[in-house]
């Protein structure tokens, strides 16, 4: 397996968005950016402005079902009498999408500043056709955001709804809860910057700390200000925060309040001279993205970080294993001390249990947080976060970008089955664009206007936007043409020479003729050279086709003379052209015949594609060598056979048509020859 490997190198190789399925949306909706998939019953549900949709994962646009559900009038007037945006702010937005238990899902949005709450309806199975909003509603306060700005999170287990939201109509009260089920409500400590300082959520998920549940726990991801003291100026910094599945509240202090809360920061930055480092956690963006592995106690993090500096702008991928959390939240506590107040680890006694320990046989003593000690629950009430950070594997990114004109923004991450390994292969959008990047390999991006995705079992990516939400799918292999060589140069994992052409790769088929190398991409060792005998008439035009699918490798023509072991490279001029489909001779002489070699040279790599024999025929001997031609009897035009074997022939030649538009493109730029035919020179063709 790959998961965890930092790459040495990374390949840039085209990434066409084409057979896109699209639905466009309503007029009277937008803002589809509330997913989940639900392969058992094959729907997409979407939450959007004022509707929910549900879609065919095999075709978003048959079959599409959707639900109106608006504000009311009454609250639209008091959200426009707020001072709000009627027609941007006042509608209801959803943004909370989970499966409650075999029959429904639990469902939030902002009402238009007056978060409301139901339950949808769909049934048990699929043939049962059933989608609809149930009649009771209640309050969403604690659930889902006021402001359809504001970022949130959220996630239903058991019963019970974990949600990183704002609880107050001005955005000031953020607050992690957990709502639902038996259990009072339960949030963080109001108003102490100590545990949340303005803070913007990004995802919620469960992650078992070992194989008894009572230590499961609840990790958040938000983004927030800096702690005063913590960092040289009003810095926006990335955090992972936990919290005990099992944390009821205190006795007599926390009540209904967590005191199994702790939080850190997640460090995303690229070592620089003399210790200064570049940060990409100050944030302007973020996403996250965890990997399920085997162990469910250990899923592979991702992250993507922007920096937040006027003066330089970036983007990072960085990830993270559980261990190296689990070890930061073993660590050191934050503490303020001294005559400025500065932040430094704890060093005085920590109380029993260890604040931060979830109560469960695995560490005794406790049934439950509100038999804490009070010096734990005192403890945990001032020191809320831990002094060392988080740092990525390899301690430095695994991608970079800088100097562009954009930045990432969402994180998807799928993780493919090949020949020779498993990869994971990352999607990453930057509100203007899409790119598909494989570790170790990175596939180039195409413009795209999307931010949300989802990754269904079909190998299918979803894409939401503001204006609507699109599929498609991601073994796309006809890009990379019907020859082997190219098939294997892409290193798409989805694909695989199969043979006959590049198709779809699957892990359990068992075919002798299977082709795939995505480490090293060699084609020597996968494919052998594929040779073509043509022929060509003196004083006509000549096009040898030969295009290699990556758009980031340089085609070079080599000519080896008949007879001769050496070659030569072609020289090229206002007869002999090069196009990015191949080389056109313009008018044919005796000297061009021999073997053409087609190469495509790539981050240094040089592999054949394609051997052309050309044998260019006089003119005044294309009478005698037509009827030598096997089956070919007397001369051309005695009898219906040879004139049919002269048509045959002339097929052969290829006169192509120079007022095309693919020999009507500049012609570009005399590229360096590789440094392996340096020395040789070139010979005119």
Not at 562 to 575: F, Q, S, T, W, Y
Request: charged content about 25%; proline content about 6%.
């Amino acid at each position: 397996t790959h998961v965890g490997f930092v790459p040495s190198f990374f390949k840039l190789l085209s990434f066409n968005l084409f057979n896109l399925v699209t639905f466009n949306g309503l007029a009277n909706s937008s803002s589809y950016d509330a997913f989940l998939l639900d392969e058992e019953r094959g729907r997409l549900l979407v939450g959007a402005e004022d509707h929910i949709f549900s879609f065919d994962l095999v075709n978003i646009n048959r079959d599409h079902k959707q639900i109106a559900w608006p504000a009311t009038p009454s609250k639209r007037d008091e959200c426009k009498w707020a001072g709000k945006d009627l027609g941007k702010e006042c509608s209801n937005f959803i943004r909370v999408l989970q499966p409650f238990n075999q029959t429904h899902l639990y469902i939030c949005g902002t009402g238009a500043f007056h978060p409301i709450c139901s339950f949808l309806e769909m049934g048990k199975r699929a043939e049962e056709n059933i989608f609809r909003l149930a009649s009771h509603f209640e309050n969403g306060r604690g659930k889902s955001p006021y402001d359809p700005k504001m970022l949130s999170a959220s996630l239903l287990i058991d019963g019970e709804l974990y949600s990183g939201t704002s609880a107050d109509f001005m955005g000031r009260d953020f607050a992690i809860f957990r709502t639902l089920g038996d259990h009072h409500p339960i949030r963080t400590e109001q108003h102490d910057s100590r545990w949340l300082n303005d803070p913007r959520f990004i995802g919620v998920h469960l992650i078992p700390e070992s194989d008894n549940t009572e230590d499961d726990k609840i990790f958040l991801f938000f983004k927030e200000n800096a702690m005063d003291g913590e960092h040289t100026g009003k810095a926006t910094i990335a955090r992972i925060g936990q919290l005990c599945k099992n944390d009821m509240g205190g006795h007599r202090s926390l009540v209904n309040k967590w005191t199994t809360f702790l939080k850190a920061r997640l460090m995303c930055s690229v070592p620089g001279v003399n210790g200064i480092d570049t940060h990409f956690d100050e944030l302007r963006k973020c996403d996250v993205f965890l990997m399920s592995s085997k162990d469910p106690k250990n899923p592979v993090i991702y992250a993507v970080f922007t920096t937040s500096s006027n003066i330089f702008k970036g983007s990072a991928v960085c990830m993270y294993n559980m261990a190296d959390i689990r070890r930061v939240f073993l660590g050191s506590y934050a503490h303020r001390d001294g005559p400025n107040y500065q932040w430094v680890p704890f060093q005085g006694r920590v109380p029993y249990p260890r604040p931060g320990t979830c109560p469960s046989k695995t560490f005794g003593g406790f049934d439950s947080t509100k038999d804490l000690p009070d010096d734990v629950i005192t403890f945990a009430r001032g020191h809320p976060a831990m002094y060392n950070p988080v740092h990525p594997i390899g301690g430095r990114p695994i991608m970079v970008r800088t100097d562009v004109d954009y930045q990432f923004s969402q994180l998807v991450v799928d993780r493919v089955e090949a020949e020779d390994g498993q990869y994971d292969v990352m999607f990453i959008g930057t509100g203007a664009q899409l790119q598909r990047l494989t570790l170790p390999c990175i596939f180039q991006y195409e413009l795209f206007k999307y931010v949300v995705f989802k990754v269904d079992c079909s190998q299918q990516l979803y894409l939401g936007s503001g204006l609507g939400v699109s599929q498609m799918s991601l073994h796309r292999c006809e890009v990379y043409g019907k020859a082997c060589a190219e098939c294997c140069l892409a290193r798409d994992p989805y694909c695989a020479w199969d043979g006959s052409e590049c198709s779809r790769y699957f892990p359990t088929a068992k075919r002798r003729t299977r082709r795939q190398d995505i480490r090293n991409g060699d084609p020597l060792s996968q494919c052998g050279v594929e040779d073509r005998g043509v022929y060509g008439v003196e004083n006509s035009s000549m096009f040898l086709e030969c295009s290699p699918k990556s758009q980031r490798a340089l085609t070079y023509w080599q000519l080896q003379k008949p007879g001769e072991d050496r070659k030569h490279e072609v020289c090229l001029d206002d007869r002999v052209l090069r196009t990015d489909q191949g080389l056109l001779i313009r008018s044919l002489t005796q000297s061009d015949s021999g073997t053409y070699h087609c190469q495509a040279v790539e981050h240094g790599f040089i592999q054949t594609l394609l051997r052309l024999n050309l044998q260019v025929v006089p003119v005044q001997k294309l009478g005698d060598i037509l009827p030598r031609l096997p089956g070919a009897g007397g001369g051309v035009g005695h009898s219906p056979k040879h004139r049919l074997w002269y048509r045959d022939f002339l097929s052969l030649l290829d006169h192509p048509d120079l007022n095309s538009n693919c020999l009507r493109r500049k012609e570009p730029r005399r590229r360096q020859r590789p440094k392996e035919s340096k020395g040789r020179g070139c010979v005119p063709s």
